[in-house]
T-cell receptor, first 113, second 111 residues
Framework: GAGVSQSPRYKVAKRGQDVALRCDPI?????LFWYQQALGQGPEFLTYFQNEAQLDKSGLPSDRFFAERPEGSVSTLKIQRTQQEDSAVYLCASSKKETDTQYFGPGTRLTVL | LAKTTQPISMDSYEGQEVNITCSHNNIATNDYITWYQQFPSQGPRFIIQ???TKVTNEVASLFIPADRKSSTLSLPRVSLSDTAVYYC????????????FGTGTRLLVSP
């Protein structure tokens, strides 16, 4: 079946712009995760959803970052008033249930100028 | 969450066996050990997971000693396409898995 898909694959934003990054998890996967990966580093956890409930958002760097999953499937990560330090690859992962193997999408590379 | 330590980089040649060792001295009783592979411009890909002793699948083997303070990922007969970053993670087993990645091991396979 289809894997996790993310769009857009690349996004260039001017500092101060708002961006929205989309994640389509594997069909039927209950759990959805967002990670941020800086150049040369491993991914870092941002937030976690179980169905439509956001159960952990401890990794979100600031209140400019907001994630939602209103119907328990597609998720959107929104970054308001982007800053240069937000430049990174944003990865989405999903799993059947919370303790199962996480399957990652290809990521969205965000560049803030 | 247990911290992991693994070599920053490794070099190998096609056809050789590669062993990447990860130390995790503070592993908890209910923690699993999981390895992911990541190619440039792609998300991490699950390779193998284990709790104790040895686990083998079609891609790799994972060796875990009795004290579980370390683990070794073994890639048999590597090819050029195995050039990637390999991450060792510990955690999970209960509750959701907030995966904690280190900087990983960059494996370079040469002809």
């Amino acid at each position: 079946g289809a894997g996790v898909s993310q769009s857009p694959r690349y996004k260039v934003a001017k500092r101060g712009q708002d961006v929205a990054l989309r994640c389509d998890p594997i069909s039927g996967h209950v759990s959805l995760f967002w990670y941020q990966q800086a150049l040369g580093q491993g991914p870092e956890f941002l937030t976690y959803f179980q169905n439509e409930a956001q159960l952990d958002k401890s990794g979100l760097p600031s209140d400019r970052f907001f994630a939602e999953r209103p119907e328990g499937s597609v998720s959107t990560l929104k970054i308001q008033r982007t800053q240069q330090e937000d430049s990174a690859v944003y990865l989405c992962a999903s799993s059947k249930k919370e303790t199962d193997t996480q399957y990652f999408g290809p990521g969205t590379r965000l560049t803030v100028l | 969450l247990a911290k992991t330590t693994q070599p920053i980089s490794m070099d190998s040649y096609e056809g050789q066996e590669v062993n990447i060792t990860c130390s995790h001295n503070n592993i908890a009783t209910n923690d699993y050990i999981t390895w992911y592979q990541q190619f440039p411009s792609q998300g991490p890909r699950f390779i193998i997971q284990g709790y104790k002793t040895k686990v083998t699948n079609e891609v790799a083997s994972l060796f875990i000693p009795a004290d579980r303070k370390s683990s070794t990922l073994s890639l048999p007969r590597v090819s050029l396409s195995d050039t990637a970053v390999y991450y060792c993670l510990v955690g999970g087993g209960w509750g959701f898995q907030k995966l904690v990645f280190g900087t990983g091991t960059r494996l370079l396979v040469s002809p």
